[in-house]
């Protein structure tokens, strides 16, 4: 079946600008998550869904950051007033169940943002 | 605060050669430990997962083993190939503070020339 999807694939926004990142999780999977990987570093966790509740938000690096999973299945990143530091590869992943469930996360293929 | 750090973070060898990289974890109190393979450009594959009661995990000519007690890990490569060249990161899921994420180490550069 498919993957996890992510749109755009690509974005350049200008400083000052806002910016919605979209993710599709494998159909099915409960349990979403949103990581940042900066230029030569691992990702970094951002937020966790399960279904449509947002039970982790810890890793958002300021409140111009936020995410929405309204329906319980499609994710989407907003970035607020963005930043030249919010260039990065915003990174989504999918997992069948959450919480303490020792389920594999599987990834999408990333939005590469750049800030200019 | 779970660090995960890896070492080398980057590697060149002929094809041919079997290597090791290696994944230190600060809390050893984890769920589980993972092994991604990312291409340039490309999200993340998952290789070998293993869980907390696990001591190591086979998948080919990939042996990925973990030993919690001294916050370790490693991925063995046998016979490397050039199509083994990527970044490979080691990512481990904590059982307190937000057991729901993973947290990765910055990732190994490997490059395996003909």
């Known amino acids: 079946g498919a993957g996890v999807s992510q749109s755009p694939r690509y974005k350049v926004a200008k400083r000052g600008q806002d910016v919605a990142l979209r993710c599709d999780p494998i159909?099915?999977?409960?349990?979403l998550f949103w990581y940042q990987q900066a230029l030569g570093q691992g990702p970094e966790f951002l937020t966790y869904?399960?279904?449509?509740?947002?039970?982790?938000k810890s890793g958002l690096p300021s409140d111009r950051f936020f995410a929405e999973r309204p329906e319980g299945s499609v994710s989407t990143l907003k970035i607020q007033r963005t930043q030249q530091e919010d260039s990065a590869v915003y990174l989504c992943?999918?997992?069948?169940?959450?919480?303490?469930?020792?389920?594999?996360?599987?990834f999408g293929p990333g939005t590469r943002l750049t800030v200019t | 605060k779970q660090e995960v750090t890896q070492i080398p973070a980057a590697l060149s060898v002929p094809e041919g050669e079997n290597l090791v990289l290696n994944c230190s974890f600060t809390?050893?109190?984890?769920?589980?430990l993972q092994w991604f393979r990312q291409d340039p450009g490309k999200g993340l594959t998952s290789l070998l997962l293993?869980?907390?009661?696990?001591r190591e995990q086979t998948s080919g000519r990939l042996n990925a083993s973990l030993d919690k007690s001294s916050g370790r890990s490693t991925l063995y490569i046998a016979a490397s190939q050039p199509g083994d060249s990527a970044t490979y990161l080691c990512?481990?899921?904590?059982?307190?503070?937000?057991?729901?994420?993973?947290?990765f180490g910055t990732g190994t550069q490997l490059k395996v020339e003909l």
């Open positions: 992943a999918s997992s069948v169940r959450g919480g303490r469930a020792l389920y594999e996360q599987y």
């Open positions: 159909s099915g999977h409960v349990s």
């Open positions: 869904f399960q279904n449509e509740a947002q039970l982790d």
């Open positions: 809390d050893s109190a984890i769920y589980n």
């Open positions: 293993i869980q907390s009661s696990q």
């Open positions: 990512a481990a899921k904590g059982l307190t503070g937000g057991g729901n994420k993973l947290t």
